[in-house]
């Protein structure tokens, strides 16, 4: 299984970059897909998170209105769009998949079974 994780850059307070994340190896449509990010000396935390089917999404609080999950199973895919971002929004970010069909999608990082490699946000002032 692999997740690759792609779309990461330097980018001015206030823009939008869109990360994707690419499956192989899996049946991507029987895993809820999520996003997490780490700054550096921070734990790891929730972002987003889409069930199989793309019918119900999930968001950190604090994140909900500028940041949209999506997903296309036909292209083992899901994507993060983040828009208006903000230096705090800097951290590596990393695609996860868990084996569920359920509708609740789990936000929790222990039940997510495969993980990307991250790749690097950062946010200018």
């Known amino acids: 299984v692999q997740l690759q994780a792609s779309g990461g850059g330097l980018v001015q307070a206030g823009g939008s970059l869109r990360l994707s994340c690419a499956a192989s190896g899996l049946t991507f449509g029987s895993y809820a897909m999520a996003w997490f990010r780490q700054a550096p000396g921070k734990e790891r935390e929730f972002v987003a998170a889409i069930s199989w089917s793309g019918g119900s999404t999930y968001y950190a609080g604090s994140l909900k209105g500028r940041f949209t999950i999506s997903r296309d199973n036909a292209k083992n895919t899901v994507w993060l769009q983040m828009n208006s971002l903000k230096p705090e929004d800097s951290a590596a970010y990393y695609c996860?998949?868990?084996?569920?069909?359920?509708?609740?999608?789990?936000?929790?990082?222990?039940?997510?079974?495969?993980w990307g490699q991250g790749t690097q946000v950062t946010v200018s002032s």
């Open positions: 996860a998949a868990a084996p569920t069909t359920a509708i609740v999608v789990p936000t929790t990082q222990g039940l997510y079974e495969y």
